[in-house]
């Protein structure tokens, strides 16, 4: 939001727009600001509103550098791809093959997943692992 508001003409310092934010969540009886509410702001035509035209809006995603949004001539578009390094679900043995083999290693797990349970599946060998796949016949059909 600051860098919107600086955008917008806000010319005061990281302090004065904490403050200038938690007065407008207050005024408005939220929290912060979301993309609805966002959207809510800029399509306010009264006092309380910063009402922005799409072009005004496109204008300045323009006009930030090109590392921080996606834009293509003048549309909004979504970055070609988005790699989540960090993981939070599973086991760091569950994640260690999807991670190496498909992502070049690059996804990590988060320290918290070491408590959770490795798996409890059993190979043919008798031995726990966390992965198991195996083949299973053309014939076969997803129930």
Not at 38 to 53: A, I, K, N, P, W
Not at 72 to 87: D, E, F, W
Request: with cysteine.
């Amino acid at each position: 939001m600051l860098a919107f508001a600086k955008q917008t003409g806000f010319e005061g310092s990281d302090a004065d727009w904490e403050e200038e934010f938690q007065s407008l969540c207050q005024e408005l009886g939220i929290n912060g600001v979301d993309l609805t509410t966002f959207g809510q702001l800029v399509d306010d035509r009264s006092e309380r509103g910063c009402y922005c035209t799409k072009e005004d809006l496109q204008s300045i995603i323009r006009s930030r550098s090109p590392p921080e949004t996606h834009a293509t001539n003048g549309a909004i578009t979504a970055p070609k791809s988005v790699l989540l390094r960090q993981q939070y679900r599973m086991h760091p043995s569950m994640n260690s093959f999807p991670s190496k083999q498909f992502y070049d290693g690059k996804v990590f797990s988060d320290k918290s997943t070491i408590f959770r349970p490795a798996g409890l599946l059993a190979h043919g060998s008798g031995a726990r692992c966390p992965v198991l796949f195996w083949s299973s016949p053309a014939s076969f059909q997803e129930e």
